[in-house]
């Protein structure tokens, strides 16, 4: 059974930074292809892509809204895909979800904005950030 656990999400002041974990089980992570994801969803609103990143690390895909400060990273030895977010806005306030699917080129990420696309999905962390 696939699952998805998030973690590192929390409070901080616009301008900090926090990283999220996402731990990826029950896939052959390390030897199939699966790409993965991070979302996000503010209270009232759609839940959003951010970031998505291809079988290996190699290719990443990142939202408008977020390019140049957030970064998405995988470690296959440990089935974790991390979120590194600098200078964080209120605006990036939301549950954040990973999700995960297989994908049919191992190189080429999902487009982040394709929710549509992943099978399997965390239950989120919250991120509050504070002007």
């Known amino acids: 059974q696939v699952q998805l656990v998030e973690s590192g999400g929390g409070s901080v002041q616009a301008g900090g930074s926090l990283r999220l974990s996402c731990v990826v089980s029950?896939?052959?992570?390390?030897?199939?292809?699966?790409?993965v994801g991070w979302f996000r969803q503010a209270p009232g609103k759609e839940r959003e892509g951010v970031a998505s990143?291809?079988?290996?690390?190699?290719?990443?895909l990142y939202a408008d809204s977020v390019k140049g400060r957030f970064t998405i990273s995988r470690d296959n030895a440990k089935n974790t895909v991390y979120l590194q977010m600098n200078s964080l806005k209120p605006e990036d306030t939301a549950m954040y979800y990973c999700?995960?699917?297989?994908?049919?080129?191992?190189?080429?990420?999902?487009?982040?904005?394709?929710?549509?696309?992943?099978?399997?999905w965390g239950q989120g962390t919250q991120v509050t950030v504070s002007s």
């Open positions: 029950g896939y052959t992570y390390s030897s199939t292809c699966v790409g």
């Open positions: 999700a995960a699917s297989f994908l049919r080129r191992c190189w080429d990420p999902l487009p982040p904005e394709r929710r549509d696309l992943y099978t399997d």
């Open positions: 990143i291809s079988a290996g690390g190699a290719s990443t």
